[in-house]
């Protein structure tokens, strides 16, 4: 945009009722579907993640929600990256998919919410993760591994059910410590199990730097093994199925680092459990996006007066985010 006309005339075609972020998104994540479909590697992992935008000192600003601890006011952005594993040099094929969404615009109580109804909470946001997948579409029958990654957020039941009915593959860091059958057949928590495990490899990962620190070796060890996880006892996932998958532990011996993962992609020797460290490692660059989406294009300092206009906004830099990424070196 070259001057103050042009840009006035983008806001006021964001702020047109007509105008959805869906369509507006849509050239975008149509093109990274497709090259994540003709890419040459067989392995596509869609990393997501969600990131709050902060407009708590726009006070005229209708339609947002709470965010943070219920006293800010924004919008939720769920973002989902492409990016194809090369060891040492992720390729970023573009962004399969962004959502924003707003919360009640009612704010919990965390101080007087009891366990149940956090749960509740939690799960009916987190559905989030599948409706992503599901947005993107089933995923190739032949010839390619689509991997949904996630953090603990993604931790949830339906999440890897609706995932593999569409042929996908997750694989999570675990948050809830889950029913299970062990492999000997009896039942045991997914947590203790994991802990009960006795190193089967080490590997060293690389560290990022956080908060001015310099990135850093850390040593690992590894362990693996197959389980079940069982459906919830309670909630609308208590008469589903239980699902086939792995856990890989890894570990510093200070304790000062720990991964438990449960994946469904298949375990069967050290290098395929290494290997989906370095995938889950890979998380690094959905946090990269978006600080270069607060911080390289300032989303929370945009002047646009409606919710849904700032939601249309973040369609503008969904591949200069990516250019940014890019080049960030390592």
Known sequence: MEGWNEVRAAYRLFAEAEVTHSELIKPHTTATKARAKNSSQKVVLFIQDTSELDYK???????LGHIGDGRGRGIMLHNCLAVVPVPGNPEILGLAGQIPWVRSHQSPNLEIENISQELLRTESEGEIWSEMVESIGEAPA???????VGDRGSDIFSYIRRTTALHWYCLLRVTQNRVITKPDATKGHL???SRSLKPMALKTIVLRGRNGEPKRDV???????????????TG???????ING????AWSVDGDLEWILFTTVPV??????????????CRWLIEEYHKCLKT???????????????????????GRRRAIITATPN
């Open 57 to 63: 000192k726009a006070r005229n600003i209708e339609g």
């Open 142 to 148: 032949v010839n390619s591994m689509w991997v949904s």
């Open 191 to 193: 947590k203790a199990f």
């Open 219 to 233: 040593d690992l060890q590894v362990a693996w093994s197959p389980l079940i996880i069982q459906p919830p006892a």
């Open 236 to 242: 609308n996932e208590r008469k589903q199925q239980p």
């Open 246 to 249: 792995w856990c890989i532990r």
């Open 268 to 281: 069967t020797d050290t290098n395929s459990a290494l290997i989906q460290l370095d995938w889950y490692a």
């Open 296 to 318: 390289g294009c300032a989303m929370e300092k945009r002047q646009l007066n409606s919710a849904n206009a700032k939601r249309h906004i973040t369609w503008v830099f969904c």
